[in-house]
């Protein structure tokens, strides 16, 4: 983290503030974050398939810059910041880059900014892809998911967000129409695609 003495010259108005390792406000990493959502939003998720191929990747690469600059960052700060503007999936995702951020908070900050996990928004894909992976689940199985249902919800839908395609959908039936009615509710969105696997019966 920057003191004030290290702030460039340029930024002589930024005496005194909190920095990143590159010299970056934690207002500015937040509008960032959501500015590049907002992009991806607009751009890949209703664009043609070549230039939205060529944002997303152009995206991606400002991400990983960010999460780089995150790493510096007090995970304390971010809270303060998000506490202050109000949270948002990005700004729980970003959370979980910070130095020293724990797992309750960064579950937290996700149930705060997330009204229902029945039928979430874009953004809480977008989020979710832009995780620390360190903090998902790494099942590969969705009935490995289910026992932690109970204590984890919101960290089993975030971790499935993030990576559904690599989770096999390994339940019966039956064993679907007994899960909660908000989670079945999850699992028919659109952006949930789960492998199929033979043992579905």
Sequence with gaps: MNTQSAIESSKP?????ILSKGGQSLPDLWRIQHSNANVFL????????????????????????????????PAASW????????????????????????????????????????SPGDAFFIAAGSMNPA?????????????????????????LAAR???????????????LPKDFQQFLSHREIKLAQTDARR
């Design 135 to 159: 903090f998902l689940f790494e099942d590969q199985t969705l009935s490995s998911f289910v026992p932690h249902l109970l204590a984890d919800k919101m960290k089993v839908c975030v971790s």
């Design 164 to 178: 559904c395609e690599q989770v096999s959908l390994d339940c019966s039936p039956a064993a679907l129409h007994a």
């Design 13 to 17: 108005a930024l005496a005194g503030a």
């Design 42 to 73: 607009r751009f890949v998720k209703t664009g043609q398939p070549q230039r939205a191929a060529s944002i997303s990747a152009m995206i991606g690469e400002g991400e990983r810059a960010i999460r780089r600059e995150l790493q510096s960052i």
């Design 79 to 118: 809270l303060s910041l998000c506490a202050a503007a109000g949270w948002t999936h990005v700004g729980a995702a970003s959370l979980s880059w910070c130095d020293g951020a724990s797992e309750a908070q960064v579950w937290q900050a996700w149930t705060e900014a997330t009204p229902s996990v029945a």
